[in-house]
Structure formats: C-alpha cells, structure tokens
C-alpha cells in the first residue's frame, strides 16, 4: 500500500513520458491532478487504517520490506508511524495544491507535470522510507528535481544561478549526511542501514567522540537541508528565483526533510549524543528564529520576505527538539509537548507557507514584480486576493484558530521548563514574525490603491477558480487544525512520546 | 443540554461572525472581469445583501444575549480534549455569569445602534461579521478554564480588533493605527505564552487557571508577571496605554464595544479571574494596584488635556479601568473591580455611541466645534449627559457607587492607595465635566458641517441621527444610571455571594460621603475653571500627546529593532552569504590552481618522461650504424671493458 503511494506518481510521470507528442498540454495536466488527487485519497484511506493508539513493535505501520543490496545490509523498507504518516498526508495535500495552481501554466507543461510527479514520489518516500540508503536516495532525488524545477521555470538567467547555488549547497549537506550514515553503519553490529533496527540497537551509546561527530555529520547535513542559520543563505535566492508551485514544494515539503530527519533519525538513533549536545541545536534554534524573522522584516521583496519567514519557523521545529534533549528539570509531558508541537509545526508550515508561495505568484503574475513598494491598496481591486493573503499572514504570524498557534503553542510550553532563556528569547520571534507581516500586507493590500507602473487596472483581476481552488483550501485545512486539532494530535502524540522515551534512554 | 448552551454562545456569534465577513469580502470580489467563481455569485447577489447583513447580526447578537443569560442561570460547565493532559474547558461561575451578559448586552446594543445608523457603504458584513467575531472571542476570553482556550480566545480578539480598528484601510492613517494596536497588544500577550510555559514547568500540567496559584518554586513569579503584564497590555494601562488612542481610528461602534465590555474588559477580567494567584506571590498584588492607581491618575490628567471628545473618552478608559485593575490588586477587590467593570461598560459604550451619532451628523468630534451638539440633538445630549455625569462619578450614579467599593477595598490595603484613588477620582471628575462643559454650551450647531482638515472625522457628510439608533443609546444611560445598585447593601451582598467573595469590604457611609464630596466639588472647580482655562502649555501637550508613550516607544523600541533588521538583512548578504560566495569562489580558484599544476606539472613530468625516453632512443639508435668494422670495434672495447672488469673483481 506505501509502495503504491509512493509510487504512483512516478508511474504516472512514465506514463506521461511515453504519451505521443500529439497529447494536449490541457490533458497531461488533467493526468497529473488526477493522479494527485488519488494519491491524496489513498493517504486518506490509510490514515483511516491507521491504528495510532496500538501500534506494532517500532511504531510502525503499514511496513513492506524487500532485500536490495542485502550484502551492503541495504533494504528496500518503508513504513509509516505518527511522525511520518501527517507528513506524507501534507506532502499529498500541497502537491494537489500545486497541480490545481499549474493549471494556468502554459511553458512545457509536460515536463513540468512529469518533473512534479517525479518530486512527489520522492518526497514521500523520504517520509516513508526506513533504511537509512533509501532515505538518502529521495534525499538527495528531491534537490535533483527541484534543480530542474528552478532552473527551467524560473525566472530567467538569475533561476538558473540560484538553482546551482540550491543544488551544489544542499549537495554537499546530503554527502555530510551520508558520511553520518555509513558512520552508524559501521558501528551497528551487525553492519545495517535499517532504521528500526538502528534505533532498537542504539549503536552508537557510550561512543563518546565518535558519536559526537557522527551527530555532527547529520546535524550538518540535517542544517543545510532545514535550514538553520548559518546554513540558510542558498534559500532566498532559490524561492525567489522558483516558479510560484516550486517555491511552495521547495518550502513546504523539502524543507520538512531536515527537521524530519531530526526526529526520526539523529534523535533516536544518537539519543547520548543528542542529550550532551542539546544546547547546540537550542542556540542554533534560537538564532534561526530571531534572526530569520529580524532579516525577513527589513525585506523590500515579498517573496524573499516569506523565504526568510520559513528560516524563522524552522528555527521553532529545531528549538523544540534541542529542547526535548534537554531532561534536566522537565518531566515527560513537557518534553513530549515540545515533539508534538515540533511535528505540527512542519505540517502547519507546509500548508500555510505553501499558501504564502501560491498567493505570492498570484501578486507576481497580476503585477509582474515582487518589490512590496511598488503595490499599494490593491485590496481595492482584489478583495478576494487581499482576503486570502490576509489570512494566511495572520496564519503565518500564528494567530490562534490556525494551525500555526496549536504548534507554536506547544513547542514553547514544552521548551520553556529546560531551556527558559532561549525559549523567552525565542517568543520575541513571534513578535517579530507579527511585525513583518503586517508591514508588508499594510504596504501591499492597504491604503489609496496604487498598481506598478505600466500595469493597467483592467489586467488585475482578483483570484480565479483555479487560484482559489489551490489556496483556499490549504488555508481550510490549516483553520481545521487549528480549531479542532485532535484528529491530528491523536496520530502525533503517541508517536512524539515514543521520540521522547528513545531520546532519553 | 446546558453544555450545549454553552457551547453554542461561543460558537454562535464566532461561526455567524467568520461566515457574515467571509461572505462579504468574497461577495465584494464579484464585480468585474468575470471569471467562473463569479458568475454563479453575481446571480445571487441580484438580491441585494447590505441590509440582510445587519439585521443577521442583530439576530444572532440577540440570540446570543438569551444564551447568555440562559447560561448565567444554568452555570454550566464543558470540556474537551486539547493537547497531551491539557484541555479546552469553558465554564460560567459567578464572574463569568457577570461578564458573558454584560458582554452580549453591550454587543447587541451596539449592533442595534449600528444597524441604524446610515450606510457604510458596501461594507457592512465585514464590519458586522467581525464585530460578532470579537464579541465571541470576548464571550470566549470570559469562560476559558484554561490557559491555552484563554490565550487563543485572547489573541483572536486583538486580531479582530486589528480588522476593526483598521476598518476604513484605504486611509494609510488608520491601516497604521490598527497595526500598532495590535503589535502592541500582542506585546504584551507574549506574557500569556510566558505564564504557559512556566506553568507547565512549575507543575501545572493541566494548564488550568485555578490551578495557576499551586505552581511550584520560582516559576510561581514567572506565571503570575507573565499574566500581569498580558493583562495590563490589553486594559490599555501604563506604559501601554498608548494604542487605545490609536485605536481611536475604527468607526465609534467599534470604540464602544472595545472599550466598554471587550478587549480593554479582557485584562480587568484576567486580573480579577486570577485574584488568587496574586495574592500568592506577595509582589503581584500590590504591583498590579499601584499600576491601576497610577494610570487612573495619569490617564485622567491625559483625558483632560484632550481636545477632541473620542481621545479624551479614551483616555477616560484607561484611566476607568485603573480601578478595576487597582481592585483586583488589592487584597478584597473582586466584587468592587466586577461592579466597576459593569457600571463602566455601559456608561462608556454609550458615551461612544453618543459621541459617534454627533461624528456622523456633524462630522467632526472636536471638542471645540462640538459646542452647543447636546441642545442641537437633544435625545442624544440628554444620554451624553447622563453618561457623563456617571462617569464624573457624582452621586448617586453607578460609577460613584462602584468606586466606593473600589476605595474602601484599597482603604483596607493601604492609606496612600485609598489617597491616590481619591485624587483619580477628582480628576474623572473634571475630564467629564469637560466634555459635558463643551457639548451644553449654548450656541447651537452652525448650519453647516464642522470639518476641519487633517483630523480623523470619518464619515464627512452631515446626516441627522436615525430614530432607532436612540433607543440602544437610552438603555445605555439608563442602565448606568442605575448599575449603582450593585453598591447597596443587598444587591452588593448578592453580587458578592455570586463571586464568591464573601468577605470583602464594604464603603462605610463616610467613604461613600467623601468621595461624593471630592467628586462635586471637582465637578464644580472643573466647571468654574473651564471657561478661563489657560492656553496650551508644555505640560498640556506632554498630556494631550497621551505622555509620549507611543513617541518613546517608537524610539525604544521599533526604531532600534528596524535599524536591527536592516543592518542584519545587510550582514546577511554581506557576511554570511559572502562567505558562502567567497567559498565558491575559493573552490573554483582552487579548481583552477589544480588545473594548473594538473597542466604544467603533471602532465609536464608525463611529457618529460616521454621525451626523455625518445631521447634515450635516439642515443640507442647512434651506435647501429651497418657498418661491420664499426661493430667489431664495439666488440674489441666491450671485451677489454669486461676483461677489466673480471680482474678487477677478482
């Protein structure tokens, strides 16, 4: 079944390859949404099967293992849990997203179509994937693709060089992954990439400084992948550069891969490690959030503004999990808390942030710049566009009733008993966050309306079906979360719990 | 069933309030280029929909005030799963009781004064729906059991009041104001998450505000600043008092509600709600008293400085709701700080109302230009008047007699409180009769509008006050008026065995003498003096500009942290990405220079090699000459060598 899932899309990205030249662009886009939407509704089918109060040994469920390079103790397993299945759920909601918003697309739709489809199988399958060699495969797949995406459909001769800036930095954290990998390779007995078993093994305990720079080798390449500063900079100029549904997978699913692999590898499989250096990953957490919000409100581009906005909420994903390293003076629940709210954090993110990204093409394609200065009061002509880019601000700043608030809220609860000062300092982010995105929308949407010069009045029009259709939808769902959050909580908590015992074995 | 109620006041103004703005906004959306979404919507909207967004509000607002009170008598209480140990609970206790019908009380007056005033324009549902959203965040605010519900209704609250303030946002003005109210607001609210974290800490791992006051160690003094500070940001007390005056740019119904029974309400409540946590401190208490005292004397020195009617109200409510902070700081405060806070919301909601309905019939609410508007429209005057007499704090009005509470309560802490609540008394007094002093004077209204430029005057156009609109704003005056009864010692018994506070003190009769001596004779210099009041001075316009708060908060802080931004966004390009760039380029360089020792030194070597092998070939090549002589001459000198060699070995 997570075969299938995962796989589906690059089935039909083949099938889509060996249609005859004569196909319309039209129908390929069709092919595409239509395969989104399936794989969309059999997530939706294995949540409902999937049984977050009793699961199997590991956690895991739905697993399907097959021997690959058993020599190398490389296997083909995949299997999801309460961290991975809310994952793979968004990665499917925001790439249907993607497919509806590209239905305006009119440059080599083909390709485009088939180079998505490719990415979403990768994307899931970094999620689903169990052993460690399958994981950096999708890995390091997703820059190869999203490579493509910026280079291609971007904007111009600056895309291609931000897309080799994205690919050579992201490249070279996926080799310091790597070498992390074949690092506990070598120290598990027997020799394995398996994950579960990994984590069962912890084979690194009491492995003092080798451990230390195993971690250091994950944290590195987990950092660039996240990003965390000082690793953020190949970030702005790839979203900026990036076609609006590239910038909104770039942000919403490949970012979530570092912060995911936080908590599904460095956490439990280096818990000594984590523990001894949890005040690394709080600080760089803490400095992600101030500083990425503080450089995001001198921005004068719109789209670099919410680039940087992602460091800041990334920063709150990787505070929590330091925090949850941290035992002295916490209990359990404070720290489980913390896990569950860093997992919702990177669900809430995906959704609003590739919201953000949709809706930022929109302001691109009706006035063909970025530069927050050159709109003003364009509520007066697009009130549908002002209603939704509102809401998704007023989302992103984490205002209560979104899916924004129900992480950020348990991220500090739970991080404020081991790690007071850093999470007091980490609060001024939402402050900060507020700031930004009230200027900007202020500067935009508000006021006596005002368009870019040479745009007439006649070619902006407010939100069409398929724009609406793309982001109204993911804003739904982030208030769903935010309002009655249970549904998710329930599949999250158990699983967070998990993380938290293994951290402190 | 009676958790349904429950459940069904908070969702019915929230659910009605999102769909009336939602529908709205995306209704306005509609004229234009057409596009597939619009189209079938266009058909709707042959019916127009304007006034059916107003009268839908009316409906639910009345609905939810029979809620209301139906849960006031029921009490009920209800719950649900939230986070890990943590739940969402609401509950009417005696407090909530009060407060959930004091709130749908003012929300439906204020709705109902709204539906009747004239158009604005094609608007109407945004306005409306996001009244409705902020009245339920309120209702919300008042009935959360713990602290993430409240934090959530709390924050909802100051966004929708962002949307309200900000309400008329093609005028950048306004767009501004909203901003900086809630930027400044949610300063303050970062206190809350504070107080959560700390909590959570501290033990409390059920999150649940009467549990607040059992938080182990030091994080007790974490939760209870945490919850101070949330507090005193959101009633607008010093040093935030500043946003109230900007918050001022919204449309008079919006000011109504925000600063009578909502949002500035929320922070008297939290403090009286979490009564016993300040108690527990020991610090918290007599901190939280002082910063009421000192703001209602400060404030009320602001008020009186003003020049136009709508900041000197405001001013007047930060200075008001001093005293309910003051009560809930005291040892003895709640039932006093609850009465205040009642009296307040309804003398105050309608002095907005009356000071809007002047604003929308002549188009200016300087003070000034105002003279003579309480005999030009009597039916209004006469409810200003009553509102402001209230709020002078002259017997037997409601605001007297709550005050006395307030006084005696800080009479029992300590005498300097009682004397600092006195004098802020005295000084309600003046600030009122000024206002009241303008609006009686006895010309009448000039014919024509009173515009004056660069002044917030709203709608421009001179209209005369619609009939239905007089009916909210005199059961306004009238239940001012006569909210005094809760002072009387049986009403005031009642209300304390409904707050469960059983023990506080009462006024003794010459409390309650004194204060109504300091508040006429206050009255009466105020009025005495106002005609010879002297020219704006120094201190005058240190007052009028509300102290300088927002001033020296734009020099602490935004200015600092912008010029922060800038120079890191500069750093970042600069410093952190160079380095990243000077790396590339680095590698590339290194690139080259192995290019070039690849080029001229390997491959140099390699070609060396090669020709010295040829060489090597040629030399061999020399002796092999055909030449037979030649080839045993070679043959003679290599034997001779090898004889040499064979004896020299030997």
Same mark, same amino acid.
């Given at each position: 079944?997570?075969?299938?899932?995962?796989?589906?899309?690059?089935?039909?990205?083949?099938?889509?390859?060996?249609?005859?030249?004569?196909?319309?662009?039209?129908?390929?886009?069709?092919?595409?949404?239509?395969?989104?939407?399936?794989?969309?509704?059999?997530?939706?089918?294995?949540?409902?099967?999937?049984?977050?109060?009793?699961?199997?040994?590991?956690?895991?469920?739905?697993?399907?293992?097959?021997?690959?390079?058993?020599?190398?103790?490389?296997?083909?397993?995949?299997?999801?849990?309460?961290?991975?299945?809310?994952?793979?759920?968004?990665?499917?909601?925001?790439?249907?997203?993607?497919?509806?918003?590209?239905?305006?697309?009119?440059?080599?739709?083909?390709?485009?179509?088939?180079?998505?489809?490719?990415?979403?199988?990768?994307?899931?399958?970094?999620?689903?994937?169990?052993?460690?060699?399958?994981?950096?495969?999708?890995?390091?797949?997703?820059?190869?693709?999203?490579?493509?995406?910026?280079?291609?459909?971007?904007?111009?001769?600056?895309?291609?060089?931000?897309?080799?800036?994205?690919?050579?930095?992201?490249?070279?954290?996926?080799?310091?992954?790597?070498?992390?990998?074949?690092?506990?390779?070598?120290?598990?007995?027997?020799?394995?990439?398996?994950?579960?078993?990994?984590?069962?093994?912890?084979?690194?305990?009491?492995?003092?400084?080798?451990?230390?720079?195993?971690?250091?080798?994950?944290?590195?390449?987990?950092?660039?992948?996240?990003?965390?500063?000082?690793?953020?900079?190949?970030?702005?100029?790839?979203?900026?550069?990036?076609?609006?549904?590239?910038?909104?997978?770039?942000?919403?699913?490949?970012?979530?891969?570092?912060?995911?692999?936080?908590?599904?590898?460095?956490?439990?499989?280096?818990?000594?490690?984590?523990?001894?250096?949890?005040?690394?990953?709080?600080?760089?957490?803490?400095?992600?959030?101030?500083?990425?919000?503080?450089?995001?409100?001198?921005?004068?581009?719109?789209?670099?503004?919410?680039?940087?906005?992602?460091?800041?909420?990334?920063?709150?994903?990787?505070?929590?999990?330091?925090?949850?390293?941290?035992?002295?003076?916490?209990?359990?629940?404070?720290?489980?808390?913390?896990?569950?709210?860093?997992?919702?954090?990177?669900?809430?993110?995906?959704?609003?942030?590739?919201?953000?990204?949709?809706?930022?093409?929109?302001?691109?394609?009706?006035?063909?710049?970025?530069?927050?200065?050159?709109?003003?009061?364009?509520?007066?002509?697009?009130?549908?566009?002002?209603?939704?880019?509102?809401?998704?601000?007023?989302?992103?700043?984490?205002?209560?009733?979104?899916?924004?608030?129900?992480?950020?809220?348990?991220?500090?609860?739970?991080?404020?008993?081991?790690?007071?000062?850093?999470?007091?300092?980490?609060?001024?982010?939402?402050?900060?966050?507020?700031?930004?995105?009230?200027?900007?929308?202020?500067?935009?949407?508000?006021?006596?309306?005002?368009?870019?010069?040479?745009?007439?009045?006649?070619?902006?029009?407010?939100?069409?079906?398929?724009?609406?259709?793309?982001?109204?939808?993911?804003?739904?769902?982030?208030?769903?979360?935010?309002?009655?959050?249970?549904?998710?909580?329930?599949?999250?908590?158990?699983?967070?719990?998990?993380?938290?015992?293994?951290?402190?074995? | 069933?009676?958790?349904?109620?429950?459940?069904?006041?908070?969702?019915?103004?929230?659910?009605?309030?999102?769909?009336?703005?939602?529908?709205?906004?995306?209704?306005?959306?509609?004229?234009?280029?057409?596009?597939?979404?619009?189209?079938?919507?266009?058909?709707?909207?042959?019916?127009?929909?304007?006034?059916?967004?107003?009268?839908?509000?009316?409906?639910?607002?009345?609905?939810?005030?029979?809620?209301?009170?139906?849960?006031?008598?029921?009490?009920?209480?209800?719950?649900?799963?939230?986070?890990?140990?943590?739940?969402?609970?609401?509950?009417?206790?005696?407090?909530?009781?009060?407060?959930?019908?004091?709130?749908?009380?003012?929300?439906?007056?204020?709705?109902?004064?709204?539906?009747?005033?004239?158009?604005?324009?094609?608007?109407?549902?945004?306005?409306?729906?996001?009244?409705?959203?902020?009245?339920?965040?309120?209702?919300?605010?008042?009935?959360?059991?713990?602290?993430?519900?409240?934090?959530?209704?709390?924050?909802?609250?100051?966004?929708?009041?962002?949307?309200?303030?900000?309400?008329?946002?093609?005028?950048?003005?306004?767009?501004?104001?909203?901003?900086?109210?809630?930027?400044?607001?949610?300063?303050?609210?970062?206190?809350?998450?504070?107080?959560?974290?700390?909590?959570?800490?501290?033990?409390?791992?059920?999150?649940?505000?009467?549990?607040?006051?059992?938080?182990?160690?030091?994080?007790?003094?974490?939760?209870?600043?945490?919850?101070?500070?949330?507090?005193?940001?959101?009633?607008?007390?010093?040093?935030?008092?500043?946003?109230?005056?900007?918050?001022?740019?919204?449309?008079?119904?919006?000011?109504?509600?925000?600063?009578?029974?909502?949002?500035?309400?929320?922070?008297?409540?939290?403090?009286?709600?979490?009564?016993?946590?300040?108690?527990?401190?020991?610090?918290?208490?007599?901190?939280?008293?002082?910063?009421?005292?000192?703001?209602?004397?400060?404030?009320?020195?602001?008020?009186?400085?003003?020049?136009?009617?709508?900041?000197?109200?405001?001013?007047?409510?930060?200075?008001?709701?001093?005293?309910?902070?003051?009560?809930?700081?005291?040892?003895?405060?709640?039932?006093?700080?609850?009465?205040?806070?009642?009296?307040?919301?309804?003398?105050?909601?309608?002095?907005?109302?009356?000071?809007?309905?002047?604003?929308?019939?002549?188009?200016?609410?300087?003070?000034?230009?105002?003279?003579?508007?309480?005999?030009?429209?009597?039916?209004?005057?006469?409810?200003?008047?009553?509102?402001?007499?209230?709020?002078?704090?002259?017997?037997?009005?409601?605001?007297?007699?709550?005050?006395?509470?307030?006084?005696?309560?800080?009479?029992?802490?300590?005498?300097?409180?009682?004397?600092?609540?006195?004098?802020?008394?005295?000084?309600?007094?003046?600030?009122?009769?000024?206002?009241?002093?303008?609006?009686?004077?006895?010309?009448?209204?000039?014919?024509?509008?009173?515009?004056?430029?660069?002044?917030?005057?709203?709608?421009?156009?001179?209209?005369?006050?619609?009939?239905?609109?007089?009916?909210?704003?005199?059961?306004?005056?009238?239940?001012?008026?006569?909210?005094?009864?809760?002072?009387?010692?049986?009403?005031?018994?009642?209300?304390?065995?409904?707050?469960?506070?059983?023990?506080?003190?009462?006024?003794?009769?010459?409390?309650?003498?004194?204060?109504?001596?300091?508040?006429?004779?206050?009255?009466?210099?105020?009025?005495?003096?106002?005609?010879?009041?002297?020219?704006?001075?120094?201190?005058?316009?240190?007052?009028?500009?509300?102290?300088?708060?927002?001033?020296?908060?734009?020099?602490?802080?935004?200015?600092?942290?912008? %010029? *922060?931004? @800038?120079?890191?966004?500069?750093? #970042? !390009?600069?410093?952190? +990405?160079? /380095?990243? &760039?000077?790396? $590339?380029? =680095?590698?590339? %360089? *290194?690139? @080259?220079?192995?290019?070039?020792? #690849? !080029?001229?030194?390997? +491959?140099? /070597?390699? &070609?060396?090699? $090669?020709? =010295?092998?040829?060489? *090597?070939?040629?030399?061999?090549?020399?002796?092999?000459?055909?030449?037979?002589?030649?080839?045993?001459?070679?043959?003679?000198? =290599?034997?001779?060598? *090898?004889?040499?060699?064979?004896?020299?070995?030997?």
């Amino acid at each position: 079944m997570l075969t299938v899932v995962t796989f589906l899309p690059l089935l039909a990205c083949a099938a889509l390859a060996l249609l005859p030249r004569t196909v319309p662009d039209r129908a390929c886009l069709w092919v595409w949404i239509g395969t989104a939407a399936a794989d969309l509704a059999l997530v939706v089918a294995l949540w409902a099967g999937f049984d977050a109060q009793h699961a199997g040994a590991g956690g895991m469920q739905y697993e399907q293992q097959v021997r690959w390079m058993p020599s190398a103790g490389v296997g083909y397993h995949v299997g999801v849990d309460g961290l991975s299945l809310p994952l793979v759920a968004m990665v499917c909601v925001l790439f249907l997203a993607t497919a509806l918003y590209s239905l305006r697309e009119t440059h080599r739709v083909r390709a485009l179509a088939c180079l998505f489809l490719f990415l979403q199988t990768v994307s899931t399958g970094v999620f689903v994937a169990l052993d460690l060699i399958l994981f950096f495969v999708f890995f390091d797949l997703s820059i190869v693709g999203m490579y493509f995406v910026i280079a291609g459909w971007g904007h111009g001769e600056r895309a291609r060089a931000a897309a080799l800036k994205f690919f050579l930095y992201t490249f070279l954290g996926s080799l310091a992954l790597l070498l992390g990998f074949i690092g506990l390779y070598l120290a598990a007995d027997p020799h394995t990439f398996d994950l579960v078993r990994l984590t069962r093994s912890n084979p690194l305990a009491g492995h003092g400084l080798y451990a230390g720079l195993v971690l250091l080798a994950l944290g590195a390449g987990l950092a660039v992948k996240t990003p965390t500063v000082p690793l953020h900079t190949w970030l702005p100029p790839a979203h900026t550069e990036a076609p609006a549904a590239g910038s909104a997978i770039l942000a919403g699913v490949l970012l979530k891969m570092g912060t995911y692999g936080f908590v599904r590898i460095a956490m439990p499989l280096l818990p000594g490690s984590w523990r001894r250096y949890a005040l690394v990953f709080v600080v760089v957490g803490v400095v992600s959030v101030v500083y990425g919000a503080l450089v995001a409100l001198a921005q004068t581009d719109f789209k670099r503004l919410v680039a940087y906005t992602s460091v800041n909420h990334m920063g709150y994903v990787v505070l929590a999990v330091g925090a949850a390293g941290t035992l002295a003076g916490t209990d359990t629940q404070a720290r489980s808390l913390a896990v569950t709210g860093a997992v919702v954090q990177m669900v809430s993110h995906g959704l609003l942030t590739g919201a953000l990204f949709l809706l930022t093409g929109v302001l691109y394609d009706r006035g063909s710049t970025y530069r927050i200065d050159a709109y003003s009061g364009l509520a007066a002509h697009t009130p549908r566009f002002a209603a939704a880019t509102g809401v998704a601000a007023f989302a992103g700043l984490g205002i209560p009733g979104f899916s924004g608030f129900i992480a950020e809220f348990q991220i500090f609860t739970g991080s404020l008993a081991s790690q007071a000062t850093a999470t007091a300092v980490a609060l001024l982010g939402i402050l900060i966050t507020a700031a930004l995105f009230l200027r900007a929308f202020r500067a935009i949407f508000l006021g006596p309306p005002r368009l870019p010069a040479g745009i007439q009045v006649a070619g902006v029009t407010d939100l069409d079906a398929t724009e609406t259709a793309a982001t109204v939808p993911l804003l739904g769902l982030a208030l769903v979360i935010g309002v009655a959050p249970r549904f998710l909580l329930d599949v999250i908590e158990p699983a967070g719990r998990t993380v938290t015992d293994l951290v402190a074995r | 069933m009676t958790g349904a109620l429950l459940w069904a006041l908070v969702a019915l103004p929230l659910g009605a309030g999102a769909l009336l703005a939602v529908s709205a906004v995306w209704e306005r959306g509609c004229p234009g280029p057409p596009s597939a979404v619009c189209r079938g919507a266009v058909v709707s909207r042959a019916v127009p929909r304007a006034p059916s967004g107003r009268c839908s509000a009316l409906t639910v607002a009345v609905a939810t005030l029979a809620l209301a009170v139906a849960v006031a008598l029921t009490r009920p209480h209800v719950s649900a799963p939230l986070f890990a140990g943590v739940r969402a609970g609401l509950e009417v206790d005696g407090l909530s009781a009060v407060m959930v019908v004091t709130i749908a009380a003012v929300t439906t007056a204020v709705l109902a004064f709204a539906a009747g005033e004239p158009g604005r324009g094609e608007d109407t549902g945004r306005f409306h729906g996001m009244m409705l959203l902020f009245a339920g965040a309120m209702l919300v605010t008042v009935t959360a059991t713990t602290l993430p519900l409240l934090l959530m209704a709390w924050e909802l609250m100051g966004a929708t009041s962002w949307a309200l303030i900000g309400y008329w946002w093609r005028q950048p003005r306004r767009a501004r104001a909203a901003d900086t109210a809630f930027l400044t607001t949610r300063t303050a609210d970062l206190g809350l998450y504070l107080a959560a974290g700390a909590a959570m800490a501290g033990g409390v791992g059920s999150l649940r505000l009467d549990a607040l006051p059992g938080t182990g160690g030091p994080w007790l003094h974490v939760v209870s600043a945490g919850v101070v500070v949330a507090a005193l940001g959101k009633s607008a007390q010093l040093p935030f008092s500043f946003w109230l005056s900007r918050a001022m740019e919204g449309p008079s119904p919006v000011s109504a509600l925000l600063h009578s029974a909502a949002m500035v309400a929320a922070g008297a409540y939290l403090l009286l709600r979490a009564h016993p946590l300040l108690n527990a401190t020991g610090w918290a208490g007599p901190l939280v008293a002082w910063t009421g005292a000192v703001t209602a004397l400060a404030l009320g020195v602001v008020a009186v400085a003003q020049r136009d009617v709508k900041q000197l109200l405001a001013a007047s409510t930060s200075a008001q709701l001093g005293f309910m902070v003051l009560a809930a700081g005291t040892r003895g405060g709640v039932a006093a700080g609850t009465a205040q806070l009642v009296a307040h919301a309804a003398v105050k909601s309608g002095l907005f109302l009356a000071a809007g309905a002047w604003l929308t019939a002549l188009g200016t609410q300087q003070l000034p230009a105002l003279k003579g508007a309480a005999r030009g429209y009597p039916l209004v005057g006469a409810a200003f008047t009553a509102g402001a007499l209230t709020l002078a704090g002259l017997p037997p009005l409601s605001l007297w007699a709550a005050k006395d509470e307030v006084l005696s309560a800080a009479r029992a802490d300590s005498h300097a409180l009682y004397a600092a609540g006195l004098a802020a008394g005295a000084i309600a007094a003046v600030y009122s009769v000024k206002a009241l002093w303008y609006v009686t004077r006895s010309q009448p209204p000039d014919a024509t509008p009173r515009h004056e430029t660069g002044y917030a005057t709203g709608r421009h156009s001179p209209r005369h006050m619609p009939r239905s609109a007089w009916l909210p704003l005199w059961v306004l005056a009238a239940a001012s008026a006569v909210l005094g009864v809760l002072a009387l010692p049986g009403p005031a018994g009642w209300l304390r065995a409904l707050l469960g506070a059983g023990g506080e003190p009462s006024p003794h009769p010459w409390e309650a003498g004194l204060s109504a001596a300091v508040a006429l004779a206050a009255a009466g210099a105020a009025w005495w003096w106002l005609p010879r009041a002297p020219r704006v001075t120094v201190t005058t316009r240190w007052a009028q500009d509300w102290l300088h708060l927002e001033r020296a908060a734009h020099a602490l802080f935004v200015r600092p942290v912008l %010029a *922060l931004a @800038r120079a890191l966004a500069v750093f #970042d !390009d600069k410093v952190v +990405d160079g /380095a990243v &760039r000077q790396l $590339a380029h =680095g590698g590339y %360089a *290194l690139a @080259r220079l192995a290019g070039r020792v #690849d !080029d001229g030194g390997l +491959d140099a /070597a390699v &070609r060396a090699v $090669a020709a =010295g092998a040829r060489r *090597l070939g040629s030399l061999a090549r020399r002796p092999q000459t055909g030449l037979l002589h030649q080839y045993y001459a070679q043959a003679v000198v =290599g034997f001779a060598l *090898l004889t040499l060699i064979v004896l020299l070995v030997r």
